[in-house]
Antibody, heavy 128, light 107 residues
């Protein structure tokens, strides 16, 4: 059974940093592109970032470029999101999600497949 | 970036009703359109992918159609467990933008 478990959320001051982790199990992690999606309290879903199965390609929401970095460790079946220079508007539940097989990534974009499994989310609160 | 616009933003309906939610992309996304259901406090759940493909385990009362820029999600006969928020998402190109959501409420 596929399991995705996020961790690392918490309360951080504006300007601070946080590293989220997502532990994957129940599937061959190294074969799947992985995503981060966030949801501010009472708001809709916002796509954050994707990393290709090998870790060769990463893409970000334009508003987050330069502050957030996605990475993965296939040997540890883990996905990460390093978040720097955090702002109040980054307050959200952060979900990791597995992309269904069939997608494709390049330097230009990742396209093709939806996210078929999601973790339960981890809450990040940015406040002084 | 591709903008996704859903309508309506909210919808009141009764058990047994047929409901349709629409999603419009700001440019051609072929059939790279996905639909998710989200219940309060839970992660989203994939319902439909590639515009019209039913995800495994999803009841057949859910269906999707469309291509290019205009898409629809239809629930043929609402069940009590279907009252939730629905999101469309394009996976044609990054960023994989979501619609703003449609909240389906009990009338």
């Amino acid at each position: 059974e596929v399991h995705l478990v996020e961790s690392g959320g918490g309360l951080v001051k504006p300007g601070g940093s946080l590293r989220l982790s997502c532990a994957a199990s129940g599937f061959t992690f190294s074969s799947y592109n992985m995503h981060w999606v966030r949801q501010a309290p009472g708001k809709g879903l916002e796509w954050v970032s994707v990393i290709s199965s090998s870790g060769s390609y990463m893409h970000y929401a334009d508003s987050l470029k330069g502050r957030f970095t996605i990475s993965r460790d296939n040997a540890k079946n883990s996905l990460y999101l390093q978040m720097n220079s955090l702002r109040a508007e980054d307050t959200a539940v952060y979900y990791c999600a597995r992309e269904m097989r069939g997608g494709f990534c390049s330097t230009a974009s990742c396209y093709g497949a939806p996210s078929d499994y999601w973790g339960q989310g981890t809450l990040v609160t940015v406040s002084s | 970036d591709i903008q996704m616009t859903q309508s309506p933003s909210s919808l009141s309906a009764s058990v047994g009703d047929r409901v349709t939610i629409t999603c419009r992309a700001s440019q051609n996304i072929n059939s790279y359109l996905n639909w998710y259901q989200q219940k309060p406090g839970k992660a989203p759940n994939l319902l439909i992918y590639a515009a019209s493909n039913l995800q495994s385990g999803v009841p057949s009362r859910f269906s999707g159609s469309g291509s290019g820029t205009d898409f629809t999600l239809t629930i043929s006969s609402l069940q009590p467990e279907d009252f939730a928020t629905y999101y469309c998402q394009q996976s044609y190109s990054t960023p994989h933008t979501f619609g703003q959501g449609t909240k389906l409420e009990i009338k």
